[in-house]
């Protein structure tokens, strides 16, 4: 927890309030992975609306 905090500019304390557990914080940490993924993906999908085989 002190090298995330660390990296992230913040100290251990103001991920405790924002999270209840170690494993909360990793939940969220993928859950935010996943919607960049789907961002990116509608993103490439809609440069070519009418091209299934392209998309």
Known sequence: MDAIAS????????FYR????????????LRQQ???LWGWWDEVVAKHPDDARTR
Not at 7 to 14: D, F, H, I, Q, V
Not at 18 to 29: G, N, Q, R, T
């Open 18 to 29: 924002s999270f209840s557990s170690k494993d909360d914080l990793v939940a969220e940490y």
């Open 7 to 14: 990296e992230a500019g913040t100290n251990k304390m103001s």
């Open 34 to 36: 996943v919607r960049e």
